[in-house]
C-alpha cells in the first residue's frame, strides 16, 4: 500500500449552500486564484518532501465546487501534482462539476488541463425536487450537461439523491430509469440524510420538512435502486456507489480499501503510511485561515491515526469485495466476537481471510458495525 498514493484536493467555495450539506463549502466573493495557486502548490511540495516518491494513481479535486475554478488555475495545481509524483497515463484525475450553464462551459479546458473524469452533482432530475434540495440548475441544464461531458470525458459520473419528499417508488423508478437511459458508466445514488447543522437539519427539527420516507419506504427504496441498476449493468460496488466492470472510482476506492492519500485545502483529511506506521492529517477548516497557514508552512497537522484497524473494518465492508481480515488482525483490530452469529445470520460471508456483506447484510451495514465493534 505504501508505494501507492491518491491526492484529494479540496476547493471550499460554492455558488449557493445547499440546505442538505454538511461539507466544508463556503459562498464568498471570488478568489484570488493566483494566491490559492500558490498556496496549493507549496502544500504538494511539502508532501512530497514528507512521503517521498509515489506512484501518483488518482487525484481528485472536490469542494465546495471545483468546477468555479478557472481552468488555468486546475492546470497549474496538475502541474505541482506531476512535479512532485509525476502524472501518468493510467492517472485517474477527477473533479467535481455542477451541472449550470456556466460550469459546463469550462469542461473542455479542464480537459485540456488533464482532467480525465467529471463527476456531475445532478442530485435530482425533476424541477420540483431540485428546488427543495436548493439546486440552481434546472433538470433540461442537468441532461444537457451530462450530454457535454460525455463529449468531452471518457469517463463520466452524476449524483443523484433519493428518499426525498413524498418520493414514491414508482417515482424513483422512472427517474432512475431515466438516468440509465442516458448510459451512464459510473452513478452515486445516496440516500437523502438529514445532518445536524445544516439547514435542512434545523428545518426537521422544526417539523418543516414533511413527506420524508419512514423506515420501510426507505429499505424499499434501496432494493429498489439496487434491482434497476443491476438490470442496467451498473451493480453496486461498494453501499452507494454503482459502476459498470473496469468504471469504479479509483480514487474513492483507496478510502475504502484503506490506501494512502494526501489531504490538501480547508478541512482536508489525509492517510498516510510513513516508516510502517499509519499517519492522519488535518488542515483548517476556514479558507481563510488555511491560506495563511499554507503561506507560512503550518496548514498540516500530523497524528497517529486512531484505531486504524476499525476504521480498516468500517470502510472495507461499504464494498461488495469486502475487507481483509488479515490485514485487519495485523493492524491490532480487537476479536470479533459476533461475527459467527452474523454470519449463521446470513448478513455476512467469510471466504479465507475475505470478510464482506451478504445482500441480505448490505442494508443493515450501521447496525452490523454497531454489534462488531461494541
Not at 430509469?177 to 428545518?203: D, K, M, V
Request: negative net charge.
Amino acid at each position: 500500500m505504501t508505494d501507492a498514493l491518491a491526492l484529494y484536493l479540496h476547493w471550499p467555495f460554492c455558488a449557493a449552500k445547499c440546505p442538505y450539506c454538511d461539507f466544508n463549502s463556503h459562498v464568498a466573493p471570488p478568489p484570488d486564484e493566483d494566491r490559492w495557486a500558490a498556496a496549493f502548490e507549496l502544500e504538494i511540495a511539502r508532501h512530497r518532501a514528507l512521503v517521498g516518491p509515489r506512484d501518483l494513481t488518482s487525484v481528485f479535486f472536490g469542494g465546495g465546487t471545483p468546477s468555479l475554478m478557472s481552468p488555468r488555475l486546475v492546470a497549474r495545481i496538475l502541474r505541482a501534482a506531476d512535479r512532485a509524483w509525476g502524472i501518468g497515463e493510467g492517472t485517474e484525475i477527477t473533479l467535481e462539476a455542477n451541472p449550470t450553464s456556466s460550469e459546463a462551459g469550462r469542461f473542455r479546458g479542464y480537459r485540456d488541463a488533464g482532467v480525465n473524469r467529471l463527476s456531475i452533482g445532478v442530485q435530482s432530475l425533476r424541477d420540483p425536487d431540485l428546488r427543495r434540495l436548493g439546486r440552481l440548475h434546472s433538470a433540461a441544464e442537468a441532461l444537457r450537461t451530462i450530454e457535454i461531458a460525455s463529449r468531452s470525458f471518457d469517463r463520466t459520473s452524476f449524483d443523484l439523491i433519493y428518499a426525498r419528499q413524498d418520493q414514491t417508488p414508482e417515482a424513483w423508478r422512472i427517474e432512475l430509469e431515466q438516468a440509465l437511459s442516458l448510459n451512464p458508466s459510473h452513478l452515486a445514488l445516496y440516500q437523502l440524510t438529514i445532518e445536524a447543522g445544516t439547514a435542512f437539519g434545523a428545518r426537521f427539527d422544526a417539523g418543516k420538512l414533511p413527506g420524508l420516507p419512514g423506515d420501510d419506504r426507505a429499505a424499499d427504496l434501496w432494493h429498489l435502486t439496487q434491482e434497476v441498476t443491476q438490470a442496467h449493468g451498473l451493480p453496486a460496488y461498494e453501499i452507494s456507489n454503482h459502476a459498470r466492470p473496469g468504471a469504479e472510482s479509483r480514487h474513492n476506492l483507496t478510502y475504502w480499501r484503506g490506501g494512502d492519500w494526501a489531504g490538501i485545502g480547508p478541512g482536508a483529511h489525509g492517510r498516510l503510511t510513513l516508516d510502517g506506521r499509519r499517519i492522519a492529517t488535518e488542515t483548517p477548516l476556514a479558507p481563510g485561515e488555511w491560506l495563511h497557514a499554507a503561506e507560512a508552512g503550518r496548514a498540516t497537522v500530523h497524528l497517529p491515526e486512531d484505531e486504524p484497524a476499525e476504521i480498516l473494518l468500517m470502510m472495507g465492508l461499504r464494498l461488495r469485495e469486502g475487507v481483509d481480515l488479515a490485514r485487519y488482525d495485523a493492524l491490532g483490530g480487537p476479536p470479533l466476537a459476533c461475527l459467527p452469529e452474523l454470519i449463521g445470520d446470513g448478513l455476512l460471508r467469510r471466504e479465507g481471510d475475505r470478510l464482506s456483506l451478504t445482500d441480505e447484510g448490505r442494508p443493515l451495514l450501521n447496525a452490523i458495525l454497531s454489534r462488531l465493534l461494541a
